[in-house]
């Protein structure tokens, strides 16, 4: 059996959380289910595998342009987001994104949360193509209405062997040539590509068996006392007693922080790999994507890590694209500054935060200069100490404190009051530091 780029023998610890006082389902938001926020209500759209088509792109577009706040907030499962929605807004954002196919389920909108390896097939790295599992998976979990009954927060991943994906916390991911982890634990089951769809179909209604009999209100496998052990016995398998990957592990780094440009890919295509800065892809920027894939296959991906792909090009495409890109402000090279740089949603959007993070990091950025950032760690802004959306693994944390922010790195922090003094600190530690470990959140 082969594991690749991941050690067997990192483990992590998972502690179990407490979800008797939860009072009801989780409030994950979808496009009819949205969320209430400070700036209007905020819809997410899955797009399972992070797999869109270059009119969906500019759908999207058009519609944050047209209905909500402009931006399309890309998440860490490569879904989407659309805020700033009002009154009629919602409304006419679901049959929007009905018609563009990117609904194609009413009742299980909220559980279509899909990862795959955003490279697969691209870089000659993976052992497997992703793209049709995916599919796969997305119409099977679509035909059992059992499965709407799933929490928004339940997540698989198919992971094209490289151990990207899943190493990201899924609670059931294919990780090939034929391990099925359940909550990042080896279940003991084996399966080839081809078998996996109904095992991991089998798996997540096992999950919902296995919370009904124990009344728990668990959202996620690792939340079930035994999780993944009683869920590997029900399929007959038997769970290891720690999970086979690191967070971490597969690249997350390799794939968020260098491999952004134009990329090489089997057969003499060449895929392009970008950016936008804090996740936050403008209409004007998804036009340009999209405008670009029309030259290419017309596919485009979006990563875990808040990328975009586009794949299929030729290399003169691929030539006088990449500048164009880079002129409506995507990242497009891994030596800026910008890279691995995230931050929380904060002011407007959020009533808790002290700060309007994202507009502070776009000012304490401009001062970064050429820096270069590749080889240093991921900066989060956070608006309080929830600290959302914070990276897994070492992290330089800038956390809103009301006045002023303090960075978190490698067990020290340091309190500033201005954006120059935070972006001096943030500058210091993120090359020296080895940041605190982190969680990922959905
Ligand atoms: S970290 Fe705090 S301010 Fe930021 S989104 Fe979460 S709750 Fe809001």
């Not at 700036?39 to 999207?60: K, N, S, W």
Request: hydrophobic share 45%; aromatic share 2%.
């Amino acid at each position: 059996m082969r594991v690749c780029c991941v050690s067997r023998t990192n483990i992590i610890d998972v502690g179990l959380t407490d979800v008797s006082e939860r009072s009801g389902p989780d409030a994950c938001p979808g496009a009819f289910q949205t969320h209430s926020a400070a700036d209007g209500a905020v819809a997410r759209i899955r797009v399972p595998g992070g797999i869109l088509t270059a009119r969906q792109l500019r759908e999207l577009g058009h519609t944050a342009a047209s209905l909500g706040s402009g931006v399309i907030e890309l998440t860490s499962r490569a879904n989407v987001q659309i805020r700033g929605l009002h009154g009629e807004a919602e409304r006419s954002l679901a049959t929007r994104m009905a018609a563009a196919g990117l609904l194609p389920s009413a009742t299980h909108e909220r559980v279509r949360n899909i990862l795959a390896s955003p490279m697969a097939g691209l870089d000659g790295q993976g052992l497997i193509e992703v793209a049709p599992l995916v599919r796969e998976l997305d119409l099977a979990i679509r035909s059992r209405p059992v499965l709407a009954d799933l929490p928004g927060r339940f997540l698989f991943a198919v992971d094209d062997g490289r151990g990207d994906v899943a190493a990201l916390g899924a609670d059931i991911a294919l990780l090939p040539p034929s391990f099925v982890l359940i909550a990042g634990q080896d279940s003991g089951l084996r399966v080839s590509p081809e078998e996996a769809v109904p095992v991991m179909v089998a798996a997540a209604e096992a999950f919902l068996a296995e919370r009904g009999s124990a009344d728990s209100k668990a959202w996620r496998i690792a939340e079930l006392p035994d999780g993944p052990a009683r869920i590997a016995a029900r399929l007959g398998g038997h769970a290891a007693a720690s999970p086979l990957l690191q967070p971490g592990d597969g690249g997350v780094a390799t794939v968020a922080g260098k491999q952004l440009g134009a990329l090489a890919q089997p057969g003499g295509w060449t895929a392009l790999s970008v950016m936008p800065p804090l996740g936050r892809l403008s209409a004007a920027q998804a036009h340009a994507v999209a405008t670009a894939a029309d030259t290419g296959d017309g596919e485009i991906r979006l990563t875990p890590w808040r990328g975009v792909i586009v794949p299929g090009l030729t290399w003169a495409d691929a030539e006088l694209w990449l500048p164009r890109l880079a002129d409506v402000g995507l990242i497009t090279d891994a030596s800026s500054p910008w890279t691995g740089v995230t931050a929380c949603t904060g002011r407007p959007g959020c009533a808790k935060s002290l700060a309007d993070v994202q507009a502070d990091a776009i000012r304490a950025m401009a001062g970064a200069g050429a820096r270069g950032a590749a080889e240093a760690l991921p900066v989060h802004w956070a608006g309080c100490e929830r600290r959302c959306g914070r990276p897994s693994g070492p992290a330089v944390l800038v956390v809103a404190t009301g006045h002023g922010y303090r960075v978190d790195a490698g067990g020290r922090s340091v309190s500033c009051t201005g954006i120059e003094e935070t972006a001096s600190a943030i500058s210091t530690t993120r090359t020296t530091a080895d940041g605190p470990a982190g969680t990922t959140e959905p």
